[in-house]
């Protein structure tokens, strides 16, 4: 039988640790109810701290001025800026869901065209990545999921926003963007080629003629389709494509050393 003096003893931490938790929920609970800031005191701290970069204290405080007053004045606001705060602090899917809430569920607001720009930036750098930015000659052997989707928000934004501050840096984000999704087809168009799929290589090439109109790899996708005809023994539709090349490009000499990778994908100064 066990000494009830030991079953004390025993008996004490426990209720020590119990009546602990309960203190730190009861501390936590107050903290709850009595967190009366007010919506505007809420926003400018969090504006604040976006200001200062503090991305997950600018989320948290948006969070809770989006939770306690969600139809206040500020609330449009504040759910933007926090979608803003996410794509900074790396939180890309969460800074989606947000802007697609806010498109949602603001569709006049004045800055929506600033969402789908977003939208088009957060996808952009996904597609990019930091070890991208660092080695762009490495950014075509990637997946193009991110680069498709990014071109697509921008194109929308454009179609619906024409007038939008942020078109034009759309636009130049979007030929960057249609140059590394046609260097990307023709990676695997050459992938073909070397693994004897003529006529998959030709497809991918027709691909980025037909797709991606002045981007610098058509040059690329004409050579590619006049080779695989050449092994096909297709000497006619060779020849064809090979003056194809000749009268649009007639001015390149491709014999010279080919401008960078990174130069070719974003023209601009």
């Known amino acids: 039988m066990q000494n009830p003096a030991s079953t004390r003893r025993l008996f004490r931490p426990a209720v020590l640790i119990v009546a602990a938790l309960a203190l730190m929920l009861s501390a936590c609970n107050r903290e709850e109810v009595d967190d ?76 929506v065209d600033y969402a789908w720009y977003l939208k088009g930036l957060v996808n952009y750098d996904q597609s990019m990545g930091f070890l991208r930015k ?23 934004l454009i179609r619906r926003f024409p007038e939008s501050r942020y078109v034009a840096d759309a636009r130049q984000r979007m030929v960057f963007l249609r140059n590394i999704m046609a260097e990307q087809d023709i990676v695997i168009g050459e992938y073909y080629f070397r693994r004897g799929a003529y006529i998959a290589a030709i497809h991918r090439a027709e691909h ?24 096909l023994e297709l000497e006619q539709l060779a020849a064809d494509t090979r003056q194809v090349l000749e009268h649009n490009y ?3 000499d491709r014999t010279e050393e080919k401008p960078s990778l990174w130069r070719r994908l974003w023209p601009f100064d």
């Open 134 to 156: 660092l080695f762009p000659g490495q950014v075509v052997d990637r997946d193009q999921t991110s680069a498709r989707q990014a071109f697509m928000e921008f194109q929308e």
């Open 36 to 111: 009366t800031i007010p919506a505007e005191q809420l926003y400018e701290e969090a504006h604040a701290s976006l200001q200062a970069k503090a991305w997950r204290q600018a989320i948290a405080r948006y969070k809770q001025l989006t939770t306690r007053y969600p139809f206040g004045r500020h609330a449009e606001q504040a759910q933007l800026d926090m979608a803003y705060a996410q794509y900074k602090a790396g939180d890309s899917e969460q800074a989606l869901t947000s802007l697609d809430r806010f498109i949602r569920t603001y569709p006049t607001h004045p800055n």
């Open 208 to 231: 980025v003629i037909e797709n991606y109109p002045q981007a610098p790899a058509n040059i690329d996708a004409l050579d590619l389709m006049a080779r695989a005809y050449d092994k």
């Open 250 to 252: 007639g001015d390149v």
